[in-house]
């Protein structure tokens, strides 16, 4: 039983196209995040969701767009794709729960490549 | 704001021997402390963490303690494996959840 999954694993396309990305989480957790990868394993948090609602949004591009249909599945959107958004996505979840402790439990990834 | 720095790497070394990887952090308040691990091809796992100062983190015969004073959480094991041949991140979060930042990863080689 995988408890963050994401899809696809591999995603190859071309500049300009639209794409998405899926992640769905079966730990009850009401928290999910997306973070990129670059190229030299540094990790940058994107967006986090809490209960449909959007608590963080970092300096990313608007051609991004988390959409969260329930609290078990957050999806990520991209729009006119550049060639810099090649990377790895990671999808995360975590439970809030009012402490300092929350640990995050990532998804596998996905590697995008805009050619 | 709140960052997290560890060591540069690449990290190579031999079966068997003592390691260390370095990480401080700068937060505002009082964070909790991560150490993940990534495996080729591999999302993030959490290896161990400290909630609190002095705590003392541990898992797989890896160590870290949280010093408040140093504001440091480095990562030790005795005695490395080729197994053990990943990237490590280091993180913090703090204002529940609301802020979780990772340091930029120590590649780690064990050679046989």
């Known amino acids: 039983d995988t408890a963050v999954s994401q899809t696809p694993k591999y995603l190859v396309t071309q500049m300009g196209n639209d794409k998405s990305i899926k992640c769905e989480q079966n730990?009850?957790?009401?928290?999910m995040y997306w973070y990129k990868q670059d190229s030299k394993k540094f990790l940058k948090i994107m967006f986090s969701y809490n209960n449909k609602e959007l608590i963080i949004n970092e300096t990313v591009p608007n051609r991004f767009s988390p959409k969260s249909p329930d609290k078990a599945h957050l999806n990520l959107h991209i729009n006119s794709l550049e060639l810099g958004d090649s990377a790895v996505y990671f999808c995360?979840?975590?439970?809030?729960?009012?402490?300092?402790?929350?640990?995050?439990?990532f998804g596998p990834g996905t590697r995008l490549t805009v050619l | 704001g709140n960052s997290v720095t560890q060591m540069e790497g690449p990290v190579t070394l031999s079966e068997e021997a003592f390691l260390t990887i370095n990480c401080t952090y700068t937060a505002t308040g009082y964070p909790s402390l991560f150490w993940y691990v990534q495996y080729p091809g591999e999302g993030l796992q959490l290896l161990l963490k400290?909630?609190?100062?002095?705590d003392k983190g541990s898992n797989k015969g890896f160590e870290a303690t949280y010093r408040k004073e140093t504001t440091s959480f480095h990562l030790e094991k005795g005695s490395v494996q080729v197994s053990d041949s990943a990237v490590y991140f280091c993180?913090?979060?703090?204002?529940?959840?609301?802020?979780?930042?990772f340091g930029p990863g120590t590649r780690l080689s064990v050679l046989p």
């Open positions: 993180a913090l979060m703090e204002n529940y959840g609301q802020n979780f930042v």
């Open positions: 730990l009850g957790h009401d928290t």
């Open positions: 995360a979840s975590s439970q809030l729960s009012g402490t300092n402790t929350d640990t995050q439990y």
């Open positions: 400290a909630t609190k100062a002095d």
